[in-house]
C-alpha cells in the first residue's frame, strides 16, 4: 500500500464511531506526545485528555476529501484535507480544513500533532 493511501485509511479510521470510542485502539493510533487544536477551538493537550473526551462524544458522521500528503522529514509526514460533518441533533453539518502530522514509531505510523480549522460557510448557488 502507498504512503497516502495508507495515511488516508488511518486518517478515516480516526473519524469511524467504533475505533473514537476504542481506547486500545486510539492509544496505537495517537503518539504518546499528541497535541490538537480542534475545530471547535478546544485544545487538548495530551492523549490521555483526547482519549477521555472521546468517549462521551456525541459522534457525527465525516468524510473526507482533497487529501495530500507532504512529507516533513524521513519518517514525518504532514496530511492535509477537508472533513465534512453530517448534522446531528446537537450540532449543524459543518466542514473544516485538516492537518496532521504522523510519525513512524517502531514501524507504526502515528499521529503526533492534528488541527481542524472551520471553513466559512459558502453562499448557495
Excluded at 469511524?16 to 495517537?30: E, I, W
Excluded at 473526551?53 to 492535509?80: C, N, P, W, Y
Excluded at 502530522?101 to 448557495?124: D, E, I, K, L, Y
Amino acid at each position: 500500500m502507498e504512503l497516502a493511501e495508507h495515511l488516508r485509511s488511518l486518517e478515516q479510521e480516526l473519524h469511524q464511531c467504533t475505533t473514537r470510542a476504542d481506547a486500545a485502539r486510539l492509544s496505537v493510533l495517537l503518539a504518546d506526545d499528541f497535541v490538537e487544536f480542534g475545530a471547535s477551538g478546544n485544545v487538548w493537550a495530551s492523549k490521555a485528555e483526547v482519549i477521555e473526551g472521546l468517549q462521551d462524544e456525541m459522534f457525527s458522521a465525516r468524510s473526507i476529501s482533497d487529501f495530500a500528503l507532504k512529507m516533513l522529514a524521513e519518517g514525518v509526514a504532514l496530511v492535509t484535507y477537508r472533513c465534512q460533518r453530517a448534522a446531528t441533533e446537537a450540532n449543524a453539518a459543518g466542514e473544516s480544513l485538516r492537518s496532521s502530522v504522523w510519525r513512524v514509531s517502531g514501524g507504526q505510523w502515528q499521529m503526533v500533532f492534528h488541527q481542524g480549522t472551520p471553513t466559512r460557510q459558502r453562499a448557495p448557488v
